[in-house]
């Protein structure tokens, strides 16, 4: 995995606990959106452009939600979006 995925592929990783899921994501680019099913230290210890918490459509299917982005991604001023 040293590329994005654009496409019907989920990669698996399988990981030991929550602090090594946070230092695996940390130790990589910011993510453009962030799912996850788990407590908010997720949202609190990581950066992402765009973060949904225990659900997957949301950003898809509300269009006035901003979908920025960190970093390269980014669009300027476009503030990160969070759906708890």
């Known amino acids: 995995m040293q590329e994005e995925i654009f496409g019907p592929i989920l990669p698996i990783v ?7 899921a946070i230092d695996f994501i940390n130790a990589r680019p910011r993510p453009l959106a962030l799912y996850a099913f788990s ?11 765009g973060f949904c918490g225990n659900d997957t ?5 509300l269009s006035s939600l901003p979908f920025g982005g960190i970093g390269r991604s980014k669009i300027p001023n476009q ?5 708890r």
């Open 39 to 49: 407590l908010n230290q997720v949202l609190e210890r990581t950066s992402s452009g």
């Open 14 to 20: 399988v990981i030991a606990n929550m602090d090594e």
């Open 57 to 61: 459509l949301m950003h898809f299917t």
């Open 79 to 83: 503030p990160p979006s969070i759906i």
